[in-house]
């Protein structure tokens, strides 16, 4: 089943001094040793003036380096403060990170930006925030996954609607072919189902293994997305790429009352998978009396 795959990071928060990063910038650049050792350690005489236009330079060098090197490694530093800060909920240290200049947009080695992890954990203000700063509502991670279906997954109805009047796109799709739609049919999460169907999401799609938001509804036993979903036309028969129908997925999960639902709105009772196996099948196989009981009595063969 599609899913979105979130992992837990640790966000090393830490802070670089100016007289550290010359430290180091000067112990891991040998250009600058050599220049010392040309201006100070050579036994050639030189004038008064010479030496100190050496030292000087050498001075001014480092300095602007130093510089340079601060403001890189500061603003990498800006940009995992402010995905930690929007990951953990603290909207005071986003808006003063973003007033410093760090990146709206900033990512993890994932490709998830504030925003995604916002959208995740339902900080609805950190969102709005960061979508107030142009953050974009599009950009994906490196498996193609949104904000949108983040807070889809997450289950954070207000964010959803918020991105999508930010023109999030509904139906885009990750590197499995998934969509908001089916995240939140996976998930349970009732009230987005209705946002997305309402706002026109693909109740159509399919990821690359074929499956729907249907088959996700019905795997996990969302009696109210399965509800949403067949009164809004979804395929009660729609098979993937292994032949597999919703209905197989209830009865092969122990979920009766999707059964149920699924046999009303005509589901097949007798369409058999790519290893010839039917719902009832699959049902004798893990034991669900009731469930097989169901089938039978509403016409399944043996």
Not at 36 to 54: P, Q, V, Y
Not at 121 to 150: P, R, S, W
Request: hydrophobic residues 45%.
């Amino acid at each position: 089943m599609v899913s979105l795959h979130h992992s837990l990071i640790a966000l090393r928060i830490f802070f670089i001094t100016d007289d550290i990063i010359s430290r180091y910038y000067i112990r891991s650049n040998p250009e600058f040793k050599l220049k010392a050792t040309l201006l100070f350690g050579s036994k050639r005489k030189g004038s008064i003036m010479s030496c100190f236009k050496g030292y000087l330079l050498l001075v001014v060098s480092v300095y602007l380096s130093t510089i340079l090197f601060s403001s890189v490694a500061f603003s990498q530093d800006m940009q995992k403060q402010i995905l930690h800060a929007s990951w953990t909920g603290e909207i005071d240290v986003v808006s003063g990170l973003l007033s410093d200049g760090a990146e709206v947009d900033a990512k993890d080695n994932a490709g998830k930006t504030p925003l995604m992890y916002a959208s995740f954990n339902g900080y609805t203000k950190i969102a709005n925030l960061l979508m107030e700063k142009g953050a974009d509502v599009n950009v994906k991670t490196v498996k193609g996954q949104t904000a949108l279906m983040a807070a889809a997954f997450g289950g954070n109805p207000r964010i959803v609607e918020n991105l999508l009047d930010a023109g999030a796109d509904i139906n885009a799709r990750d590197a499995l072919g998934g969509t908001a739609l089916m995240d939140a049919s996976f998930k349970g999460n009732a009230d987005i189902v209705k946002i997305l169907l309402s706002r026109g999401a693909d109740i159509k799609a399919r990821d690359t293994l074929g499956g729907t938001p249907l088959m996700d509804a019905s795997y996990e036993g969302h009696e109210e997305v399965v509800k949403l979903l067949l009164a809004r036309g979804a395929d009660v028969n729609a098979k993937n790429s292994k032949m597999q129908t919703a209905l197989m997925d209830a009865s092969d999960q122990g979920h009766i009352e999707v059964v149920r639902l699924l046999i009303a709105s005509g589901a097949d009772l007798n369409v058999k998978n790519y290893n010839g196996e039917t719902a009832l099948m699959d049902a004798e196989k893990r034991g669900f009396k009731e469930i097989v009981d169901l089938l039978k009595k509403a016409g399944a063969a043996n």
